[in-house]
């Protein structure tokens, strides 16, 4: 089978696909998906942010005892600043984990509405782009072709290009299309 009868064979399957409206359906609904999950990691953030606040003030008010002279435990309170510190650079750091997954996840709805839309106009984008663009969207899109000259059989595996992440394999029932 020559290379260009593939690469048509490839581009009409991947046209074919395009104009399915699950398929951007799916996608979309991948993006809304996501909206729980940033829920939950906002509110997660937002309890680290309370309790890192509610341990700066028990730390000021043990540090007025001491320096107030109030109290005669100077090294337990000493040893309980020291022990808040810990605690709030602990919750800091998990705030801070939270903020970049919650800027992946922003990025991955970004680009999934992005997707959907070049899915929705794909036959007039793909008239209007060059050969290297043409091969690179084709990278992102297609995760694998396999060609059976026997058979004169071309499938192809996509990318699951509606999933939290980005582009990723899944399984071949919903992936694979023989041309």
Do not use: C, N, Y
Not at 10 to 37: K, M, N, P, S, T
Not at 42 to 63: I, N
């Amino acid at each position: 089978m020559p290379a260009e009868e593939i690469e048509r064979t490839i581009v009409a399957q991947v046209r074919e696909i395009a104009r399915r409206h699950d398929v951007r359906e799916q996608v979309r609904a991948g993006v809304l998906g996501q909206e729980g999950a940033i829920a939950e990691l906002r509110a997660a953030r937002d309890s680290f942010q309370t309790q890192v606040a509610g341990l700066g003030a028990e730390a000021k008010r043990l540090l007025g005892a001491f320096a107030g002279g109030t109290s005669g435990g100077g090294k337990v309170i000493v040893s309980r600043i020291g022990e808040i510190e810990a605690e709030q650079d602990r919750l800091r750091f998990q705030a801070e984990e939270i903020e970049t997954r919650l800027r992946g996840l922003a990025d991955d709805q970004r680009k999934g509405e992005q997707l959907a839309q070049l899915l929705e106009s794909f036959d007039e984008i793909w008239d209007a782009l060059v050969l290297e663009e043409r091969r690179e969207l084709l990278h992102l899109v297609v995760q694998r072709v396999t060609i059976d000259p026997k058979a004169d059989d071309v499938r192809i595996r996509l990318f699951d290009i509606g999933a939290p992440g980005g582009p990723a394999p899944h399984a071949p029932s919903m992936s694979e299309v023989r041309a």
